[in-house]
């Protein structure tokens, strides 16, 4: 049974830097070929935050994390980071990792729905006071 497990969030002032991680138990990393995090502001939808498509070694950002956040995995691909530095207080969200195991490639439009994943963690809560 797949299992995803975040840590590393909590409360960090403007202009601070926080680094999530997401614990992958259940299947060998190398199966999944899509990793990403997502995040949920209070009254706002689920977004993509980053992803990394696996099968092609490329990742994306949203545009509003560009620069600031980066999206990486340890060698056996257990493991999934976030680095986020710079925060603001429109990064407060609870952030979740996420995961499938279909094979894809990035298209033209390379910013996955929350529909294509099929592995979610329970999410953790970052705050970002100004």
């Known amino acids: 049974q797949v299992q995803l497990v975040e840590s590393g969030g909590g409360t960090v002032q403007a202009g601070g830097s926080l680094r999530l991680s997401c614990e992958a138990s259940?299947?060998?990393?190398?199966?999944?070929?899509?990793v990403a995090w997502f995040r949920q502001a209070p009254g706002k939808e689920r977004e993509g935050v980053a992803v990394?498509?696996?099968?092609?070694?490329?990742?994306y950002y949203a545009d509003s994390v560009k620069g600031r956040f980066t999206i990486s995995q340890d060698n056996a691909k257990t493991t999934l980071y976030l680095q986020m530095i710079s925060l603001k207080p429109e990064d407060t969200a609870v952030y979740y990792c996420?995961?499938?195991?279909?094979?894809?490639?990035?298209?033209?439009?390379?910013?996955?729905?929350?529909?294509?994943?099929?592995?979610w963690g329970q999410g953790t809560q970052v705050t970002v006071s100004s």
């Open positions: 259940g299947r060998p990393g190398s199966t999944y070929s899509m």
């Open positions: 996420a995961a499938d195991d279909r094979p894809v490639l990035p298209g033209p439009n390379p910013h996955p729905s929350e529909l294509d994943f099929g592995y």
């Open positions: 990394i498509y696996t099968l092609a070694g490329t990742t």
